[in-house]
């Protein structure tokens, strides 16, 4: 059996579920892919325990592209975008605020505040709902929205919002088509 030196992420030999934690190994291992368990000097796991508005905050505390970073693996790991539509059901209208005289498409990551969003600004509450897209076809409404020259987009619209350009977030959604 042939043995070589590997540093790197490594599952270790447990379930733990690979798309929320990552492993780090440093030990020998096979060639032929048996990993000497003995060998394992130690592993951690990180769980990343930030939520939207915390990876924001800290975007806005430090300005960093590594703090902006967070916000957008953030979003990319999102199952689904929410947007606010308005106006007659056979007709909507996704919802676009006008800040300082710029158009901007408003983005949520939770139902709920999305909602509660649009009733606080909108006021025929009457005809606005909520369409959960997942983040495929969020990017591909997000295309139609740029279409119409909306050029800046609000993620969560409140205290602790993201915005961002047009073209950011279409190159960052666009990475999903993976999904």
Not at 115 to 130: C, F, M, P, S, T
């Amino acid at each position: 059996m042939s043995i070589g030196q590997f540093q790197g992420f490594l599952s270790p030999p447990c379930s733990l579920d690979p798309l929320s934690a990552s492993f780090w190994h440093k030990g020998a291992f096979s060639l032929e892919g048996e990993c000497d368990n003995a060998s394992w000097s130690a592993y951690m796991v990180r769980i990343n325990n930030q939520s939207f508005n915390q990876a924001v905050q800290n975007f806005s505390q430090r300005g960093t592209s590594q703090a902006k970073q967070q916000v957008w693996s953030f979003i990319n790991t999102m199952p689904a975008l929410y947007f606010v539509q308005c106006g007659r059901k056979s007709c909507p209208v996704p919802w676009v605020m006008f800040e300082n005289d710029v158009p901007t498409a408003m983005v949520f990551t939770e139902s709920e505040y999305a909602l509660q969003a649009a009733k606080a600004v909108i006021e025929d509450g009457e005809n606005v709902r909520v369409v959960g897209l997942p983040t495929n076809a969020a990017s591909m409404y997000m295309t139609a929205i740029a279409a119409q020259g909306v050029q800046t987009v609000c993620f969560n619209h409140g205290p602790q919002r993201f915005d961002a350009s047009m073209d950011e977030v279409l190159l960052s959604l666009g990475s999903l088509s993976r999904l």
